[in-house]
Nanobody
């Protein structure tokens, strides 16, 4: 059974930082393309960042230069380092693992950016 468990969310002031983690069981993330998505209240889920099996990353324009996606295959974990957070980054963040056309989702972790 595949499980993705996100952690690291919370309440942070504008300009602050958080690091989200996505730990996997039942699947080797080294064999997967990984992504972080987010969904704000009343909005559609959007892709934030992706990283390929070989470590190539891409970001949505709104987070470029502020967020960094990385992976630690030894720990079977993917991270999203979020710096200079803005109120508009407030959302539930989900990780996604894709392999051979099959996709898995975590349960999400809430990130709230507010003073």
């Amino acid at each position: 059974q595949v499980q993705l468990v996100e952690s690291g969310g919370g309440l942070v002031q504008p300009g602050g930082s958080l690091r989200l983690s996505c730990a996997a069981s039942g699947i080797m993330l080294s064999r997967c393309a990984m992504g972080w998505y987010r969904q704000a209240p009343g909005k559609q889920r959007e892709l934030v960042a992706t990283i390929t099996r070989v470590g190539n990353s891409n970001y949505v324009d709104s987070v470029k230069g502020r967020f960094t996606i990385s992976r630690d295959n030894a720990k079977n974990t993917v991270y999203l380092q979020m710096n200079t957070l803005k109120p508009e980054d407030t959302a539930v963040y989900y990780c996604n693992a894709g392999r051979e056309g099959v996709y898995y989702w975590g349960q999400g972790t809430q990130v709230t950016v507010s003073s």
